[in-house]
Every structure is written in C-alpha cells, then in structure tokens.
C-alpha cells in the first residue's frame, strides 16, 4: 500500500494516519473539484487576488499527484468557467499565463507518471497561445494509460448542456428521428465527459455550499464534500480526508439501504 507513497509519506505522520483509513478496495472512480477561495486566500494576506491564483498552482500539483498515486481513475479540475469572462481583463490574463506555466512546467511529470491529460468546455474560444500549450499537452499524453487529469476550462454545465441538445438534434434531424426517442444514454453519449465515468465524489473548498454550474448533469448521484480550508492550503491529507468521509457514507441512488431492505423485508 505505501508502495506508490514511498519516500512522500513519514512513518508515524499524520498523512500515514490517514492513509491507513483508506479503503483501497473502495476508492472513488472520478473525483471532481471545485477549487475555490484563491481570491479570499489572498485577501488574507493583503496580497492581490491573482496572488491567490498563483499560490493555488500548488494545490493542483498536490492534488493531481496524490490521486494518481491512489489510483484514482479520473480527476475533474474546474479551473475556468463561461461566468469567469466577467473579471478583470488582467486577472483572466493572469489566469490564462498561469495555465501556460502550469503545463510547461508539469507536462513532463504528468506525461512520466502515466497521466492522460484532457479538457472540457468551449476551450476553442480560448486564446490561440493557450489552445496550443493544451492540444500540446493533450497530444504528448494521448496514449497513456493512467488517471486521466481533466481540466474543465470556458465550461458551464448549462453551456454543456446545450452543446449536447443541439448535437442531438443534428443527429435526429439527419437520421429522420423523433425527438421523442432520445434516451438519456444517448445524451451522455454526447456530453463532454462521454469517455468518463460519472464522480463519486464532489469536492468543494472555501465552504461554499453550492455547484456553481458544474457537472449539472454528471453529479446527479455525487456524494459532495465541503471543507473551509480555502484552495491554495489544499494538500494531500486533505484529499485522503475527503476520501474517508466519502467512503463513510451509504450510496443509495434513490433506493433503500441494505439495512432499511432488511427492516421492510423483516416487517412484511
């Protein structure tokens, strides 16, 4: 087990604590994460918001290497979306350089570590510099086989929503089809997440207990876990605490639990 954390984690640590509360046999597939509170991060600190951007930098890379070393099959990042047009044209500027730094200096690791990288969103309205540093990135890590990392960017689940409908009204219209007949697999078939499976678990930082327009469709049955620890604190016992609490809780998808079957069962 400590295998994929050796020489990361001190015998006796807290993260070794914690580790040793996971479930292995129990791990979320898809892990998505809101990362929010860079801005009041820096607040904080008197700094400027973009400072918080930049100090986030390092949650992502703790967050990213921490998952591929658990095994995790799929980890979502929302780092921008369709609302976040509405900032400061310097601070969408220094969130887009960021980025391009994020990749230049990561995709090595990323690529070394078996890490498939991907996007969701509009991302071809984005800037042409930064289409290039992602379908770069995207193209190196085509073929690996390990946790895909996917970066929702210019994204808003009601803008994937509408992207999906339309396609599938092409779809119906050329294949002389009733609207009636789509089915709801074939609406995830034309989401951006088709190649994935739906999170498990939902994390949000800041304490905010809300969305945000993300995933509208695929986290329908998400467990979601919210923490006050703002996103440029975030680290990896963070992430193994998000995972306890996640593998505490019972998955019902609308139906009974086992316990509550057997006491009906029981009382007929």
């Given at each position: 087990?400590?295998?994929?954390?050796?020489?990361?984690?001190?015998?006796?640590?807290?993260?070794?604590?914690?580790?040793?509360?996971?479930?292995?046999?129990?791990?979320?597939?898809?892990?998505?994460?809101?990362?929010?509170?860079?801005?009041?991060?820096?607040?904080?600190?008197?700094?400027?918001?973009?400072?918080?951007?930049?100090?986030?930098?390092?949650?992502?890379?703790?967050?990213?290497?921490?998952?591929?070393?658990?095994?995790?099959?799929?980890?979502?990042?929302?780092?921008?979306?369709?609302?976040?047009?509405?900032?400061?044209?310097?601070?969408?500027?220094?969130?887009?350089?960021?980025?391009?730094?994020?990749?230049?200096?990561?995709?090595?690791?990323?690529?070394?570590?078996?890490?498939?990288?991907?996007?969701?969103?509009?991302?071809?309205?984005?800037?042409?510099?930064?289409?290039?540093?992602?379908?770069?990135?995207?193209?190196?890590?085509?073929?690996?086989?390990?946790?895909?990392?996917?970066?929702?960017?210019?994204?808003?689940?009601?803008?994937?929503?509408?992207?999906?409908?339309?396609?599938?009204?092409?779809?119906?219209?050329?294949?002389?089809?009733?609207?009636?007949?789509?089915?709801?697999?074939?609406?995830?078939?034309?989401?951006?997440?088709?190649?994935?499976?739906?999170?498990?678990?939902?994390?949000?930082?800041?304490?905010?207990?809300?969305?945000?327009?993300?995933?509208?469709?695929?986290?329908?049955?998400?467990?979601?876990?919210?923490?006050?620890?703002?996103?440029?604190?975030?680290?990896?016992?963070?992430?193994?605490?998000?995972?306890?609490?996640?593998?505490?809780?019972?998955?019902?998808?609308?139906?009974?639990?086992?316990?509550?079957?057997?006491?009906?069962?029981n009382a007929s």
């Amino acid at each position: 087990m400590y295998q994929d954390f050796n020489g990361l984690i001190e015998p006796g640590s807290h993260d070794e604590q914690l580790l040793n509360q996971i479930d292995f046999t129990r791990l979320p597939r898809h892990i998505a994460v809101i990362m929010d509170g860079n801005g009041r991060w820096a607040k904080r600190r008197y700094l400027p918001r973009v400072a918080g951007h930049r100090a986030g930098i390092e949650a992502v890379r703790a967050t990213v290497e921490t998952s591929a070393r658990l095994g995790i099959e799929a980890l979502t990042l929302y780092a921008f979306s369709v609302e976040n047009w509405k900032r400061p044209p310097f601070e969408i500027e220094a969130l887009m350089t960021f980025l391009k730094e994020y990749l230049r200096k990561e995709l090595e690791n990323i690529h070394r570590n078996n890490i498939r990288f991907q996007t969701i969103g509009r991302t071809t309205e984005l800037d042409e510099s930064v289409q290039f540093e992602l379908r770069s990135a995207i193209r190196k890590t085509s073929g690996n086989t390990g946790m895909v990392l996917n970066v929702a960017l210019n994204y808003g689940g009601r803008v994937e929503l509408v992207d999906a409908f339309r396609k599938l009204m092409e779809k119906c219209q050329r294949e002389g089809r009733a609207l009636e007949s789509i089915t709801e697999a074939e609406i995830e078939r034309h989401l951006y997440t088709a190649n994935l499976p739906d999170p498990d678990l939902l994390i949000r930082t800041s304490g905010e207990m809300r969305v945000s327009n993300f995933l509208l469709w695929q986290i329908a049955y998400s467990e979601i876990y919210v923490t006050d620890i703002l996103w440029p604190d975030f680290r990896r016992p963070d992430l193994f605490a998000a995972i306890i609490d996640f593998q505490k809780r019972e998955r019902r998808y609308g139906g009974l639990s086992e316990s509550t079957q057997r006491a009906v069962v029981n009382a007929s």
